[in-house]
């Protein structure tokens, strides 16, 4: 069976984010708009500038994630919800440490004209 286009577009959304993220994440901002919203443990930031600006002044500057699971969603408006699970090892912890575990949630929607 053929994949559904939102499986196929939240999958290359997610592979694009986290690849992002681990190496440049000052190169996110694209992937935001104006309107957009952030939740980073507890608070919420809005805005394409505001979010990256948040992003790139994490306390740690070098991460790995590794996915473990997507699962997506088609919504209204021809949008898709994704909502990610997988391990992240932050520099500076102990090559035994066991990574951290984390989920993130993007609700991706078609730009107008675009």
């Not at 290359?12 to 309107?35: E, K």
Request: with cysteine; charged share 15%.
């Amino acid at each position: 069976m053929a994949e559904a286009p939102f499986e196929s577009v939240g999958k290359a959304f997610v592979n694009h984010y986290y690849a992002t993220f681990d190496s440049n994440r000052a190169n996110l901002a694209n992937l935001y708009q104006d309107q957009s919203m952030f939740t980073w443990e507890g608070e919420k930031i809005m805005g394409a500038a505001n979010i990256v600006t948040k992003l790139t002044t994490l306390p740690f500057q070098q991460c790995a994630h590794q996915v473990t699971s997507i699962d997506c969603q088609p919504t209204s408006g021809e949008g898709v919800l994704v909502f990610v699970c997988g391990n992240l090892k932050v520099e500076g912890e102990s090559a035994d440490r066991p990574p951290l575990k984390y989920s993130q949630s993007f609700v991706l929607m078609p730009l107008p004209g675009g």
